[in-house]
């Protein structure tokens, strides 16, 4: 066997160890190929290492072939050490790959370190780590070690701490392929924890599901690292494609505040730190919930930034619709809360709807924290047949008078929400409308504090005497003059003959594009302009692609 290819593992006479730690141990060859014919009960360490653990073998003789049939081999730890540890402690380079595999009842199922200067690549790949009595997977470095991980369709569930776990700014994770990290529990971070600096890229179709924390991140916490979600193909390297195009990131059903004591924050994402940084593309935020932030949270300086699609002319697995943030729920902020210390949001070109909670149903920004929607549609949202929650204000602003909150809405359209109180309740901050459609049952502006503010240019709304409208505000029916093609499927696109269409001068630094990657600013010859050229809402209706709701087409 002195300087073999590959060397067997299993349970029959053609294999060349009966254990993988024998073989890691051996140094007669790094690439290692494990049966499935019995199980492994070790904890293997790969100290300075090389090293392919490569399951997906019937047996020995199958191995020695390289004919898989993508079994995956059963390595089982004694519950305290991980299952895997792997460990860079010298300064070259070193490269591990794990496949095929299911790693369970370990401390942690995998556990990565690097140091001293080390750089160390690690690939996982078709790899379930589930059952560990800590993480799933963790990674950090220490003394200017450098460690990058890609998890390639894995499944990361059942773990008694984060599923996924990245800490140090010499640390970086990529998450793709048809990967789910579920059913994970921890303090922060159920499914997966961004520490100091670590950089983790998810990208579609990835699933981010059902799993809890006792705090804050039921699905994801982010503290001073940095996150990046995309639903967009990227590209492909070393057999691994990273993102696809017909199919968002899903972060759905996790839970904070998941032991009741009413401290939980960011069901979804909870993203903190002045470093931290969060930018997801195409994805869908969904059923999360919390007692602050039911979609999610940031706080403490924080930027999260939630957009419908990366430039115009790369249309997302759902055009008009690429990033949804729905049916999440909360106490405060059903869709999202930010606050305090220059914490940063932005929401645009998405779709939010089915939110609930007992105040701020989409949204609650308290603090000095500033929050941005633009060319985004906000409908039934508040709709809560069980009465669960007060629903009490769409957006609630919420500062004091030596500091006040902002939330600006630029190009939104509003209808159809079932709300409790006003649209906008404003206690000493800063609400700016511009170019936007405001449709609901409630007063649209209630505001208290003395040194509360509020502006309004380019807008239509159902009613006017509850704020200052201005004159570039209009008051429209809709019951006499329809708006949008139809709201009761979903449908928010603008009406051929719409007030809405050609409404606006230009008051927007950068108007973009709208909900459909249709720039805006397009004049309609067949409409007089009111003001301008500029229509109004998430919707710019084009002459070419939009007439066909003229003759009565797609009206679902």
């Not at 985004?376 to 609630?396: E, Q, R, V």
């Not at 602003?397 to 600006?408: H, M, N, R, V, W």
Request: proline share 2%; charged share 15%; net charge negative.
């Amino acid at each position: 066997m002195a300087g073999a290819p590959y060397l067997t593992v299993g349970a029959d006479n053609a294999c060349d160890f009966d254990t993988i730690q024998a073989a890691i141990n051996s140094v007669i060859s790094n690439h290692i190929r494990i049966a499935s014919n019995k199980s492994y009960f070790e904890n293997l360490e790969i100290i300075n290492g090389n090293e392919k653990l490569v399951g997906g073998y019937a047996d020995c003789t199958q191995a020695a072939q390289n004919i898989t049939d993508l079994s995956q081999a059963n390595v089982t730890g004694n519950g305290t050490d991980p299952v895997i540890y792997i460990n860079a402690l010298l300064s070259n380079n070193y490269d591990v790959e794990v496949k095929n595999l299911v790693i369970a009842n370990g401390g942690h199922g995998i556990y990565i370190r690097s140091q001293n200067s080390a750089d160390l690549s690690v690939l996982v790949k078709g790899v379930r780590m589930f059952n560990n009595n800590n993480q799933g997977l963790s990674v950090l470095d220490n003394n200017g070690g450098q460690a990058n991980v890609v998890m390639d369709k894995v499944q990361v569930d059942f773990n008694d701490n984060s599923g996924v776990s990245c800490d140090g700014e010499n640390t970086s994770v990529k998450i793709a392929g048809t990967s789910v990290i579920s059913n994970n529990s921890a303090e922060n971070g159920g499914g997966l924890s961004v520490f100091n600096g670590c950089d983790v890229s998810v990208y579609s179709p990835t699933e981010i599901k059902d799993n809890e924390a006792d705090t804050s991140g039921g699905g994801v916490n982010v503290f001073k690292g940095s996150l990046n979600v995309i639903g967009l193909h990227s590209t492909c390297e070393n057999g691994v494609c990273f993102g696809v195009d017909d199919a968002p990131v899903i972060i759905s059903g996790n839970v904070a505040n998941a032991d009741g004591d009413n401290s939980g924050n960011g069901g979804g994402i909870m993203v903190s730190g002045v470093d931290a940084d969060v930018s997801i593309i195409n994805a869908q935020i969904n059923d999360n919930q919390a007692r602050h932030g039911g979609g999610f949270y940031a706080q403490s300086g924080a930027s999260i930034n939630l957009i419908g699609y990366e430039t115009p002319v790369q249309e997302c697995w759902q055009p008009g619709a690429c990033m949804q943030l729905f049916d999440n729920r909360a106490i405060f902020g059903g869709g999202f809360a930010a606050e305090s210390d220059d914490t940063e949001v932005l929401i645009y070109a998405s779709e939010v709807m089915g939110n609930r909670a007992d105040k701020g149903i989409v949204g609650r920004i308290i603090g000095n924290a500033s929050a941005e929607i633009a060319s985004t549609i906000i409908h039934h949202n508040g709709m809560d047949p069980d009465n669960t929650y007060n629903n009490d204000a769409l957006f609630h602003i919420y500062g004091q008078q030596t500091f006040a909150p902002s939330l600006a809405l630029r190009a939104v359209s509003i209808a159809d929400n079932s709300i409790a109180g006003h649209v906008f309740d404003n206690f000493h901050g800063d609400l700016t409308v511009t170019s936007s459609i405001v449709f609901d049952q409630q007063d649209v502006y209630l505001e208290s504090g003395n040194t509360a503010s509020a502006s309004y240019q380019c807008v239509i709304a159902h009613e006017s005497d509850s704020f200052n409208a201005g004159g570039s505000v209009s008051v429209v029916d809709r019951s006499m003059t329809p708006v949008f093609v139809n709201p009761n499927a979903g449908n928010y696109h603008l009406l051929v003959d719409s007030p809405a269409i050609d409404y606006c001068y230009e008051i927007m630094d950068d108007p973009g594009s709208d909900l459909d990657y249709d720039s805006r600013g397009a004049d309609n010859p067949d409409v007089i302009n009111l003001h301008g050229t500029y229509d109004i809402g998430a919707d710019e209706f084009d002459i070419n692609d939009d007439i066909i709701f003229k003759n009565g087409l797609e009206q679902d």
